[in-house]
């Protein structure tokens, strides 16, 4: 693993845990459980603050003020309630809920608090990041100028993304959206990554650590694992808890990767919250605070004034609609979005990416004059079969009518093997580059990739020679 220099830790997050100490405690007594949350006769608690609850076990639970109901306290668990009883005793917290960071946590897996679960003994920890923050100023954020090199084809060659950009996956089930996420980790020039799975199937994290991420991956990467089977507010802290610990890591000036899975199930887990806690539910259920904690979580992501943080947030879209509202809220605060579609991915083409829906905002930016040219001629000749196909399955169009359709049809199979991928394909940013400038004739002919015939550079007037790609048909791609 490449070793990387760490900074001293900044004061200034320990001033920031200062300024928020309280000089007393403020107590109370639960008084009762209304759905997921508890209530308490808790005179001058305050909205955020952390609380600790006397319970049956003698292992006090921690949890977090999220509202008032008439006098009452409304109160979030961070942890199981069986053990919780009437007129309990509940006691306010000095310091809000913080993690612990430092070098020594890459390689582990936590759960939503920020606890290790792996069995590899404490956390070595250098210092404490709380884990609610505000997003950084945005006077006081470095630009996004520099490509950051995913080792996907589709997403660098066609629509690349910055460092420092935060892009989501929007994506149905079964489409190969963990396998689209171990290449990033595995292929990435990221320093560090940061995983978080919330509210995935519990067997999932084993698999995801072992198979998708592997050793190779687990070297520079940091686990956090919140399980559907975890009380709503855990579920949702985990993607907080993550965050921070990105924000360590880019505070050190390394370039990071947060992936982010899913922020659906982070909305859900809020939902349970909010409707628990007496919010009235607006689109398809969702509570207003399931909007409100999105961008709270994005916009904390991105460039710094050293480092970087370029984040990757799945979206699960229900019934493949990508215009649902968790979806369409999410499209609206980030950088891009990149869709995969069942359709590719039930005829084989993995990568899923579907490259005529998805889009870097971003690439204007990042890319040279000659990568966008190539990448948007490409996109404009797979649209263009696209358009075209029912008329060619069906034998309508004759070929020579119009030379833009004569020109796609020449130009789908060396686009087809440009696109798909095995997640075991060694790649480079270079080879990618002058892939897409050969394939739609510019610049010097490229490397061989996937071991398919580069094509010449061709004109409308002068299409290219169709490319044997028979080699990737018959590959097993594995996803």
């Not at 991105?302 to 970087?308: I, L, Q, R």
């Amino acid at each position: 693993m490449t070793t990387h220099s760490f900074s001293e830790p900044s004061l200034d997050k320990y001033t920031m845990l200062t300024d928020e100490l309280a000089l007393t405690r403020v107590s109370g007594r639960l008084s009762g459980v209304a759905g997921q949350v508890l209530e308490a006769d808790m005179p001058r608690a305050v909205v955020g603050s952390l609380v600790t609850i006397e319970t049956t076990s003698g292992k006090p639970l921690q949890a977090e003020v999220v509202g008032f109901r008439e006098a009452k306290a409304i109160l979030a668990p961070l942890g199981d309630i069986n053990t919780v009883a009437q007129r309990a005793l509940v006691t306010s917290e000095p310091t809000p809920l913080s993690v612990k960071v430092g070098p020594g946590i890459l390689g582990r897996v936590l759960n939503g608090l920020g606890e290790p679960i792996d069995g590899l003994g404490p956390l070595e920890a250098e210092a404490l990041y709380p884990v609610n923050q505000v997003p950084a100023d945005p006077l006081h954020r470095q630009g996004i100028h520099e490509p950051f090199f995913t080792g996907v084809r589709a997403i660098d060659g066609v629509h690349p993304v910055g460092k420092g950009q935060r892009i989501g996956l929007f994506a149905g089930s079964g489409v190969g959206k963990s396998t689209l996420m171990s290449m990033i980790v595995k292929k990435s020039a990221a320093d560090v990554v940061v995983c978080a799975l919330i509210g995935e199937r519990n067997r999932e994290v084993r698999d995801f650590v072992k198979d998708t991420m592997g050793p190779e991956g687990m070297a520079k990467s940091v686990v956090i694992a919140a399980t559907s089977d975890n009380p709503a507010m855990v579920r949702v802290k985990g993607a907080f808890v993550a965050t921070a610990i990105a924000e360590y890591f880019r505070d050190q000036g390394l370039n990071v990767v947060l992936l982010l899975d899913s922020v659906t199930r982070l909305a859900m887990a809020q939902r349970e919250i909010g409707l628990s806690a007496g919010e009235p539910p607006s689109e398809r259920g969702y509570t207003p605070s399931c909007f409100a904690i999105m961008p709270k979580i994005m916009e904390r992501a991105g460039a710094g004034m050293v480092g970087t943080i370029t984040a990757m947030y799945t979206v699960l879209v229900t019934g493949d609609d990508m215009n649902e509202p968790i979806a369409d809220t999410a499209r609206g605060i980030l950088d891009g979005h990149m869709v995969l579609s069942r359709k590719l991915a039930h005829n084989g083409h993995y990568p899923a990416i579907d490259i005529l829906q998805s889009i870097s905002r971003l690439r204007g930016d990042i890319a040279e004059r000659d990568h966008i040219d190539a990448a948007i001629a490409l996109c404009a000749a797979w649209s263009t079969f696209e358009d075209a196909k029912d008329l060619i399955d069906v034998g309508a169009y004759i070929a020579g009518a119009n030379p833009d359709i004569d020109w796609a049809i020449q130009m789908r199979k060396p686009i087809e093997a440009f696109l798909k991928q095995r997640g075991d394909e060694p790649v480079s940013w270079d080879d990618t580059l002058a892939k897409v400038k050969a394939l739609m004739g510019g610049g010097a002919p490229a490397p061989n990739i996937n071991s398919v015939a580069t094509p010449q550079p061709a004109v409308p007037s002068q299409p290219a020679a169709p490319v044997d790609d028979s080699a990737n048909d018959a590959m097993d791609w594995n996803w």
